[in-house]
């Protein structure tokens, strides 16, 4: 497999390469030159695998034999060993025709500890074995910092820099990242939101010699590995509904903020999974949901939500959608990105519009309706669900009339956002592993959101 940028000025460049660029050095997002199709024969082969296993299927269609099997094993076994669940991702019923899929096992509590756990191993395996320096630098809405330091706190040739939105994450969230002592680890609280954060860093990673002088490596859903890691969930729960159930088609409902989740769910559907609907779930910062419902991508006004995770205006990702659904031209990729600069928006229409409408469909959930959906299922269910996995539930039920069994992602443990679950009039019971956070020192440096602080802090750092 070969690896291309959305907006076709990067060669094609294989897969550890292709990691290791993180955002295409032409500004686009890197994709696999052509996705790897699955047939059912296989999908029949893959239905009993471990989750283990089934990463190592599924890795294997996209690492091009670059990483020997034996060492891929070991990266992938220490990846998932650290999960409470002996099933990785396990799937619960909820009701009838609802399953959760529950993506918060990992160390950190929430899905991004799926693709990012593997990401630290590789790093590290990379760092290792070419003998190279890595400086990883991203940006959080709060809990991909927390995983990606999970992940290679420590670890030799790599220091890892997170930026996040000071004041706009969870307590839990704060505390994950910067209770860790390691002196490889730099937390900068930025004074701003995430999506400031997030294009900081997007300019950082577009000047080439910046890059390359620091030894920078992404950990953001830019990363194409991330949308990999992520797709095998989608491939494993429907394996386990299917056999439950006899469904042969799947619909699920992701809890969106970067575009990158679902992205992943869309890519298996084009591999060859039979997904139904994608139901795309947001909160208030809902420029998602006005894309797939009326063709018009265009930032609103940022508003703080119960579900932080979420609170993105400007989804990275969408730009992986927006090259497949438009026929993978990369001129027409280039030309709509710099119009999107120019202007602040992108519309679609027509027979374009219609095929994402027959794919997804979206659902911008409240905070009123959020808080409501925890209540309601709790008293239904004794089910605890955390603000992100409750807007992906609002959403099935909004389009329960119309979709098959649905599966929504349950991407985070609720005690990560007690904010919301307090004002629901719930008292849960903190796991272990969160009540001792509130015990550690922390550390991080505040810094006001212009590029010249960041970088200055960033060239201390990394020197
Ligand atoms: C990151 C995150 C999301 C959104 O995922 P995207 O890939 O950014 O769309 C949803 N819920 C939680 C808990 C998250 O951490």
């Known amino acids: 497999m070969e690896y291309i940028s959305t907006r076709g000025n990067v060669g094609r460049i294989g897969f550890i390469d292709a990691f290791m660029m993180g955002l295409g050095d032409d500004g686009g997002l890197l994709v696999p030159r052509e996705i790897p199709v699955v047939s059912a024969e296989t999908l029949q082969k893959w239905q009993d695998l471990s989750y283990q296993e089934l990463v190592l299927a599924i890795f294997a269609l996209y690492t091009n034999g670059e990483i020997p099997e034996e060492d891929l094993r070991e990266l992938v076994y220490a990846s998932y060993d ?8 396990p799937v619960r019923k909820l009701k009838d025709d609802l399953y959760l899929l529950e993506l918060f096992h990992g160390p950190t509590f929430a899905f991004k500890d799926i693709a990012l756990q593997f990401m630290g191993q590789l790093y590290t395996y990379v760092a290792g074995k070419q003998n190279r320096k890595i400086h990883i630098l991203g940006a959080t809405s709060g809990d991909t910092g927390a995983s990606a330091i999970e992940g290679v706190k420590g670890k030799k040739g790599i220091k890892i820099c997170i930026l996040h939105p000071h004041g706009k994450v969870s307590k839990v969230q704060e505390l994950q990242m910067t209770t860790v002592q390691e002196d490889n680890v730099l937390n900068l609280s930025v004074d701003g939101n995430f999506d400031d954060c997030q294009r900081m860093i997007k300019e950082l990673f577009a000047d080439l010699d910046f890059k ?7 950990i953001n859903s830019i990363n194409f590995v991330r949308i990999m890691a992520q797709t095998v969930y989608y491939f494993y729960a429907y394996f386990q ?22 992205f992943a769910g869309y890519l298996a559907k084009r591999m060859g999974l039979p997904v139904g609907k994608l139901i795309l ?3 208030e910062n809902n420029i998602l949901e006005r894309f797939v419902l009326e063709g018009v991508y265009k930032p609103g006004d940022f508003r703080t939500t119960y579900s932080p995770s979420m609170d ?7 730009e992986r959608y927006l090259y497949y659904v438009l026929g993978e031209d990369p001129a027409q990729i280039r030309t709509l990105m710099e119009q999107f600069k120019q202007t602040g928006e992108i519309s679609i229409a027509g027979d374009a519009l219609s095929k994402v409408q027959e794919e997804f469909g979206a659902h911008g959930v409240q905070g009123q309706e959020c808080l409501t959906t925890i209540k309601q299922y709790e008293a239904a269910t004794g089910y605890l669900l955390d603000p992100h996995s409750a807007c992906g539930v609002a959403a099935a039920d909004k389009y329960s009339g119309e979709r098959t069994i649905t599966v929504s992602l349950a991407t985070a443990h609720p005690a990560k956002f007690n904010e919301a679950i307090e004002l629901v009039g719930i008292e849960q019971q903190f796991p272990e592993q969160i009540s001792a956070l509130f015990e550690k020192p922390q550390r991080q440096t505040r810094v006001d959101g212009s590029l010249q602080s960041i970088v200055r802090e960033l060239e201390a750092f990394y020197s």
């Open 241 to 262: 509904v299917a056999k439950e159930t006899g469904a042969k088609e799947v619909s699920f409902s992701v809890p969106t903020g970067n575009f990158g989740d679902i």
């Open 312 to 318: 993105i205006q400007v989804a990275s990702n969408f």
């Open 212 to 218: 390359a002088s620091h030894h920078l490596a992404a």
């Open 281 to 283: 779930a947001t909160n």
């Open 82 to 89: 650290t999960f409470r669940d002996p099933a990785v991702t």
